[in-house]
């Protein structure tokens, strides 16, 4: 067995995780950033929007801008509001920052998979790409290996609640600058919805397998509902889908010397499901309190989880409020007023609502 030593072990290279390399490299740190996947951000599992505050990460990927968003209701009604953000080619997102973690001096393997743990947890059983076994010892650990993260189950904790995705691109037939969200008993758990992009579209929905087993069926008759509009074409160009978290922030943050970033923390918010941003903040911050760590300043992953807290955790809690408020109410009548939904969804000024 082949064996190696790291300031810092990084498991996953999606946003968080290549936001953590970067900046624990930056700091002078030696880095070792593993990902399963055979090629950094394929399969594309998002909707691929991001907020306007992450436009100096998007450079490199950005495909066209959004500016409104259009709820609609189970009624038919429909609401725009001002939505502002960037459609990015989430593969060259993810990408881009990985490049730049290279840049850094982090060490980046792809078809690397994290297998145990050895030493009292000081150190980590990887298989490469070859089905070569390696142990990596490290003084910190950065999960940052999505909903299902494998450190997570490793070390025994619970497994974040999740709900489904299923995605397909579709061609689009005229330019479109506003995102469309369909709030329907259809999608239990979920909603339904259309993010353009440039040429094409994004069409999805979330709902939890604990309501529905079958997410083709309803999927493909929005697909066919919004063609009729003219707005997209019939073909179907890609296919994609997965889990999100959806139960909020996950407690603790930081378990001995390893810290959970991103979707392995539990960020994404509940509710819309939105996680880019969330990612890269808690990946910055991850990789800033390695170097601290590392550099013997007590409390650093304390802090790191404070700070994770400070900025999250309100608004992942009224999100999760709001989603247990939704799940009791699912395929009853109420799941088809709109009233229901306005108290549900972010666009609404009911959301907010004590």
């Known amino acids: 067995m082949n064996a190696s030593a790291f300031d810092v072990l990084i498991v996953g290279l999606g946003p968080a995780g290549t936001s953590a390399a970067i900046k624990a490299a930056e700091a002078g740190l030696s880095v070792l950033a593993i990902d399963k996947r055979r090629k950094l951000g394929c399969p594309v599992q998002c909707a691929e929007f991001v907020p306007l505050p992450m436009g100096r990460y998007a450079r490199p990927a950005l495909v066209q801008r959004i500016e409104g968003m259009r709820s609609i209701l189970p009624s038919g009604a429909c609401e725009r509001s001002d939505f502002p953000g960037l459609m990015v080619d989430r593969a060259l997102f993810d990408q881009a920052l990985a490049t730049e973690a290279s840049k850094a001096g982090a060490l980046l393997r792809v078809h690397t998979a994290l297998k145990g743990f050895d030493d009292g947890g000081q150190a980590a059983i990887l298989r490469g790409p070859d089905g070569g076994i390696e142990r990596a010892q490290y003084r910190v650990l950065i999960a940052a290996d999505g909903p299902h993260s494998t450190v997570a189950r490793a070390?025994?904790?619970?497994?974040?609640?999740?709900?489904?995705?299923?995605?397909?691109?579709?061609?689009?037939?005229?330019?479109?600058?506003?995102?469309?969200?369909?709030?329907?008993?259809?999608?239990?758990?979920?909603?339904?919805?259309?993010?353009?992009?440039?040429?094409?579209?994004?069409?999805?929905?979330?709902?939890?397998?604990?309501?529905?087993?079958?997410?083709?069926?309803?999927?493909?008759?929005?697909?066919?509902?919004?063609?009729?509009?003219g707005v997209i074409g019939r073909e179907i160009l890609a296919r994609t889908g997965g889990a999100i978290p959806v139960g909020g922030m996950r407690h603790p943050l930081v378990h001995g010397n390893i810290m959970f970033a991103g979707d392995a923390a539990g960020l994404t918010h509940p509710i819309t499901g939105a996680g880019i941003a969330s990612a890269v903040i808690s990946g910055e911050r991850a990789g800033q309190a390695a170097a601290e760590y590392v550099a013997g300043q007590d409390g650093a992953l304390a802090r790191f989880a404070e700070d994770i807290r400070d900025e999250f955790e309100d608004s992942l809690m009224r999100a999760v409020a709001r989603r247990r408020w939704l799940m009791e109410r699912w395929h009853t009548p109420a799941a088809h007023m709109d009233a229901t939904h306005k108290r549900g969804w972010v666009a609404f000024r009911e959301y907010f609502a004590a």
């Open 155 to 229: 070390i025994g904790l619970a497994p974040l609640e999740t709900v489904e995705t299923r995605q397909y691109q579709m061609p689009l037939l005229r330019p479109y600058a506003d995102t469309d969200i369909w709030l329907s008993d259809d999608y239990p758990g979920g909603y339904g919805w259309l993010f353009p992009k440039g040429e094409v579209a994004n069409v999805g929905i979330g709902a939890s397998l604990r309501l529905v087993t079958d997410l083709k069926a309803p999927l493909e008759r929005l697909c066919a509902n919004v063609a009729r509009t």
